[in-house]
């Protein structure tokens, strides 16, 4: 177990509708990061927030979204689902920015199917 | 652009067996490589870090190699065991933007 805690684990909606999943870290963690894996494919980087305020972003519509709380909780909110953003959604924590040079702890994710 | 590809996509072995996994990328210019294990239902896990500057790194069975002039890294698990069955990743960090580039996985069954 990595201390690190998703809701929900599935969800179902319909194209067009808005969703926000929700992601804990571990305590102590001031850096989120959300990430988009699509069935068969390696995780996509969707954005990086570090002290409430987002770090990075890889290359994803604004319809993407996320807050980042000082409880160590964050959000990811997507709006106008597509079909295309069936996938499963994974949260990361770490003490510092950046991606790699510190280990990463995932939450088991939520699998997110539009129909 | 940098693009990270595994090989092969699917691997099945007979318990006891030592392997390999391959990663390779397309840019050199990486700030670190990492593997992980993905179980379904339980997130990812990392395994080792291999900071450029280094060659390998080592945990129990396990033992990472990189080879940053070619591209290339290894992942080689000793005397398998059928809960080394997973899914198994390698992400390169960029050295430009410190993202994240991940390949899709070698999924690994080890039977018993």
Do not use: M
Request: with cysteine; aromatic share 10%; proline share 5%.
């Amino acid at each position: 177990e990595t201390g690190v805690t998703q809701s929900p684990t599935h969800l179902i909606k319909t194209r067009g509708q808005q969703v926000t999943l929700r992601c804990s870290s571990q305590s102590g963690h001031n850096t989120v990061s959300w990430y988009q894996q699509a069935l068969g494919q390696g995780p996509q980087f969707i954005f990086q927030y570090y002290r409430e305020e987002e770090n990075g972003r890889g290359n994803f519509p604004p319809r993407f979204s996320g807050l980042q709380f000082p409880n160590y909780s964050s959000e990811l909110n997507v709006n106008a689902l597509e079909l295309d953003d069936s996938a499963l959604y994974l949260c990361a924590s770490s003490f510092a920015p950046g991606q790699g040079a510190d280990t990463q702890y995932f939450g088991p994710g939520t699998r997110l199917t539009v129909l | 652009k940098q693009e990270v590809t595994q090989i092969p996509a699917a691997l099945s072995v007979p318990e006891g067996e030592n392997l390999v996994l391959n990663c390779s990328f397309t840019d050199s210019a990486i700030y670190n490589l990492q593997w992980f294990r993905q179980d379904p239902g339980k997130g990812l896990t990392s395994l080792l870090l291999i900071q450029s500057s280094q060659r390998e790194q080592t945990s129990g069975r396990l033992n990472a190699s990189l080879d940053k002039s070619s591209g290339r890294s290894t992942l080689y698990i000793a005397a398998s065991q059928p809960g080394d069955s997973a899914t198994y990743l390698c992400a390169v960090e960029d050295g430009s933007n410190y993202q994240l580039i991940w390949g899709a996985g070698t999924k690994l069954i080890i039977k018993p």
